[in-house]
């Protein structure tokens, strides 16, 4: 497995180019999970697939309603 980590920015623009509050509110309600290696918060790439998943299974869950 070949695991990448992202910073702010490059996290942000794998998530669509969403704006920094709209990121730091994710990482602090922990739906985005993120480390930290010393001050720097990265987030895994596995963590921003994860989230878009429950991203579509929650867009599909709501058109079979």
């Known amino acids: ?3 990448q980590l992202h910073g702010e920015k490059a996290a ?3 998530l669509g180019g969403i704006g920094r509050s709209l ?3 994710l990482i ?3 739906e985005l999970r993120s480390v930290k290696i010393g ?3 990265l987030v895994p790439e596995q963590a921003i697939c994860e ?3 429950r991203l579509e299974a929650q867009a599909r ?3 079979a309603a």
Do not use: D, H, V
């Open 1 to 3: 497995m070949n695991a």
């Open 12 to 14: 942000r623009l794998r």
């Open 23 to 25: 990121f730091w509110e």
């Open 28 to 30: 602090r309600a922990e």
């Open 39 to 41: 001050k720097r918060r």
């Open 51 to 53: 989230y878009i998943e």
């Open 61 to 63: 869950a709501g058109s």
